[in-house]
């Protein structure tokens, strides 16, 4: 059993910058897909971004060239680098482990970016 907790969500105004972080206890991350999913309010949640347990990463179209994602198998930790934030990020961001069949979720962080 794999426990995700969030951290690093806040109120910041807009082209401002947040670092979110997830780490994990319970389990090691080294082999686990990591991402990061958001949902604003009335809206569907959607992916962020992803790093394989390679390395490799994805990130989604709205937020590329702001957005970084990274992970520390050290630390059992993997974060989000928030840059050049506009108000339509404002949401609920979740980490999300995978190594199917297993998957994990935190509770999520808010994040709002005031105008």
């Known amino acids: 059993q794999v426990q995700l907790v969030e951290s690093g969500g806040g109120l910041v105004q807009s082209v401002g910058f947040l670092r979110l972080s997830c780490a994990a206890f319970?389990?090691?991350?080294?082999?686990?897909?990591m991402a990061w999913y958001r949902q604003a309010p009335g809206k569907q949640q959607e992916l962020v971004a992803r790093i394989l347990s390679s390395g490799v990463t994805y990130i989604t179209g709205s937020v590329k060239g702001r957005f970084t994602i990274s992970r520390d198998n050290t630390k059992n930790t993997v974060y989000l680098q928030m840059n050049s934030l506009k108000p339509e990020d404002t949401a609920v961001y979740y980490c999300?482990?995978?190594?199917?069949?297993?998957?994990?979720w935190g509770p999520g962080t808010q994040v709002t970016v005031s105008s």
């Open positions: 319970g389990s090691s991350l080294t082999f686990y897909s």
């Open positions: 999300n482990a995978l190594s199917p069949p297993s998957e994990y």
